[in-house]
């Protein structure tokens, strides 16, 4: 499985951006699929994580009410719609994608993208 994240940018603090994961080399249709983050200097953390079907998710606090994670399975690709942004979320966004069941909050996924950088200006 190829991860490849895109769609993320420069914006301002209060806006709102879309990150993408699109997988190839297999579906990912019976995959959890995981966004996480990178700021500089920080350790890697969970961002959020849908389980196959849509059904299940699960956030971290510090976005939950703000960020979404939706999938389209016939498109292969998973996405992180991200309102309200603030400068602390600044960081290289990353996706991840595990063969299990239910949502995973760790990093302990199989298959990782090379991460797309988001900025939020003050």
């Known amino acids: 499985v190829q991860l490849q994240a895109s769609g993320g940018g420069l914006v301002q603090a209060g806006g709102s951006l879309r990150v993408s994961c699109a997988a190839s080399?297999?579906?990912?249709?019976?995959?959890?699929m995981g966004w996480f983050r990178q700021a500089p200097g920080k350790e890697r953390e969970f961002v959020a994580s849908?389980?196959?079907?849509?059904?299940?998710?699960s956030y971290a606090n510090s976005v939950k009410g703000r960020f979404t994670i939706s999938r389209d399975n016939a498109k292969n690709t998973v996405y992180l719609q991200m309102n309200s942004l603030k400068p602390e979320d600044t960081a290289v966004y990353y996706c991840?994608?595990?063969?299990?069941?239910?949502?995973?909050?760790?990093?302990?996924?199989?298959?990782w993208g090379q991460g797309t950088l988001v900025t939020v200006s003050s």
């Open positions: 991840a994608a595990k063969y299990v069941a239910s949502v995973i909050r760790t990093n302990e996924y199989n298959y």
């Open positions: 080399g297999r579906t990912v249709r019976s995959y959890v």
């Open positions: 849908i389980n196959w079907s849509g059904a299940s998710t």
